[in-house]
């Protein structure tokens, strides 16, 4: 499955995070789902882990930062995020 364009990083990780949370996501959503994870697999899993990341320490800010750019740099690159 084709994952949709999305006008932001935001926007992406929101809907990524709803289906994540939804258990009882249809077989459509399922394929988005795992066609979203699939473009998140290929950061580092530093950086997945980045991302999840809720601590508020400005350590984990800049770290949650570089993984939001390298992860917009590869959505971008995909036509799923504009530039």
Do not use: C, W
Not at 55 to 79: C, F, I, V, W
């Amino acid at each position: 499955m084709k994952v949709p364009a999305y006008s932001s990083l935001s926007a992406f990780l929101a809907h990524y995070h709803a289906l994540r949370s939804d258990p009882s996501r249809g077989s459509d959503n399922e394929q988005l789902f795992a066609a979203m994870s699939a473009v998140i697999a290929t950061l580092a899993p530093e950086a997945r882990g980045a991302l999840d990341s809720v601590e508020d320490s400005a350590r984990a800010k800049r770290h949650r930062e570089r993984a939001e750019l390298q992860l917009r740099r590869e959505l971008a690159a995909r036509g799923i995020v504009a530039g």
